[in-house]
């Protein structure tokens, strides 16, 4: 089904960390005709990836915990456990982003990925969209502090068991690519115990 739009002017607002672009627009309503012009700011995110880690020998998932400035005031102590990940450079495949990210804030190899969704963040003022996937690790190495200095990382990972982890949903593990992540992999299980691989 075919919904027309018009965007009208775009004005870019801010160009730091972050980008942000103010947009005039309209588009067809429901009910036919056109709606009234919009003007909605969007942070103009990129393609981002983003990695939940699994060694099915040991029945661990592999995590990692850090300062959230968008937790901050609304969580204490403003720290999360998330997934592994990280933007895509122009021209980069997902896949490679997935395997250098989970090298350089776990320090663990990615032996096989299975492909869980891409999907939006926050799409009513975030451009961001982010792939997801389960990546088969060895855990058995896995610990310490990671992250780039230069992006003002401080990463810390943490193993724990599979039950667990799944214990930490809506708790700790509360952020976008984490809860997907732990609800697929939940209904998954199994098969990653048993060896199953995905099609992309």
Not at 114 to 142: K, M, N
Request: some cysteine.
């Amino acid at each position: 089904m075919k919904k027309p739009y018009r965007i009208l002017e775009t004005e870019p607002l801010w160009q730091g960390f972050l980008k942000l672009k103010r947009y005039r627009l309209e588009h067809e309503c429901f009910a036919g005709g056109w709606c009234p012009e919009l003007v909605r700011e969007r942070v103009e995110g990129n393609h981002a990836v983003s990695v939940l880690l699994y060694d099915p020998a040991r029945d661990q998932v592999v995590l990692i915990e850090q300062f959230r400035i968008g937790a901050l005031g609304h969580q204490e102590p403003p720290w999360l456990l998330e997934t592994v990940g990280g933007y895509c450079e122009e021209g980069e495949e997902l896949e490679a982003v997935a395997i250098r990210e989970t090298r350089e804030e776990t320090g663990c190899e990615v032996q096989a990925l299975h492909f869980i969704g891409t999907f939006f963040t926050t799409p009513g003022w975030c451009g961001e969209r982010i792939t997801l996937y389960c990546g088969i690790v060895d855990s058995s190495g896995a610990e310490g502090i990671h992250g780039l200095d230069e992006e003002g990382e401080d990463i810390r990972v943490v193993v724990m068991s599979a039950d667990e982890a799944l214990g930490e949903l809506f708790r700790r593990a509360n952020s976008t690519s984490i809860v997907v992540g732990l609800q697929w992999f939940a209904a998954n299980r199994d098969r990653l115990r048993e060896g199953g691989r995905d099609r992309r």
